[in-house]
């Protein structure tokens, strides 16, 4: 089926973080590896009146064989507020292909950054245009964010760089909505405030204009001043993995086994409602929906 050519307009994650853009805030990006997180965070923007996008990594399209994306886009769709189902650090093109084609992702993380960048530039192009054909709107890496995550492959080898102003445009000419620039920042543990480039991504804000929106990505550890530095940095979109699901995997530790099966659930849901509400005010979306 042919999407409008004018499907951006409509597009729920371009449309959620051009707001936050506009308004000076951030949305919270958080994976869920399972059904109670999800259901935790939709509670949690229901409950804040804050727009969310749900992320998942490649391996809900593959292992869970799309089950919860599709549980996720459902609930999404009944919510009051804005919510928008995110792939992640998609760095296989047939997974790429396959979740633009028969998941309802509204948008996708195209990440080639594991080629060297003249491949990376090429191949980004071709699968931001595969996703747009079907309506999907598109994220991309330019340079190379360090480190690895549950769920995001290694870059282990390859040499992380930041991104140069170059890269910008050079990525933005491929067509993406979304740029997830390096400046320091790393993915699996916090490295510490003083790795960030702060100039760098003040610089790529500017250089990006309206063009597109900026992910940050690699956010474990963050304290809550240094969240609020990079929104005002330009930072749109907030992609956090263990910052509101740390309560949720402490509380399992703690109750498995000693309530019923039942409650340890409830309550798992509880504290992810409550630690993403946290961050929505920190991240100021709270109210904005
Ligand atoms: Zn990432």
Redesign the pocket.
């Known amino acids: 089926m042919a999407v409008p050519h004018d499907w951006k307009s409509s597009n729920r994650t371009i449309q959620i973080l051009q707001a936050a853009s506009q308004g000076n805030y951030g949305v919270i990006a958080a994976i869920a590896y399972n059904l109670e997180q999800v259901l935790g965070l939709i509670r949690a923007a229901e409950e804040a009146r804050s727009p969310l996008i749900i992320q998942f990594f490649p391996w809900a399209v593959t292992f869970w064989d799309g089950l919860i994306v599709r549980a996720a886009a459902e609930a999404a769709a009944r919510a009051t507020v804005p919510i928008s189902i995110h792939l ?2 998609a760095q296989d093109e047939a997974v790429i292909m396959r979740a633009a084609d028969t998941l309802p992702f509204d948008s996708i ?1 195209v ?1 080639m950054s594991h080629y060297e960048k003249a491949d990376n530039l090429a191949r980004t192009a071709r699968l931001v245009r595969y996703c747009n054909e079907r309506g999907v709107a598109t994220e991309a ?1 330019p340079g190379r ?1 360090e480190g690895a ?1 549950d769920g ?1 492959v290694d870059t282990a080898g390859l040499e992380a760089s930041k991104t140069t102003s170059e890269e910008v445009d050079e990525f933005i000419a491929t067509g993406v909505d979304s740029l ?1 620039p390096a400046f320091g920042n790393m ?1 699996g543990e916090f490295g510490g405030t003083e790795q960030l480039d702060f100039e760098r991504l003040e610089q790529i804000q500017r250089q990006i204009g309206n063009r597109a929106t900026i ?1 940050l ?2 956010t474990n550890g963050y304290p809550a001043d240094l969240m609020k530095r990079c929104i005002a940095a330009g930072a749109a979109k907030i ?1 956090v993995n263990r910052l509101v699901l740390e309560d949720y995997y402490t509380h399992l530790q703690s109750q498995v086994g000693k309530v019923p099966h039942t409650t340890l659930i409830e309550q798992g849901v509880e504290k992810v409602i409550n630690q993403t509400k946290e961050w929505m005010d920190i991240c100021m979306s709270s109210g904005k929906a």
């Open positions: 992640d650090h993380m990440d890496e964010i995550e995001v997830a993915h992910a990505h690699g992609n």
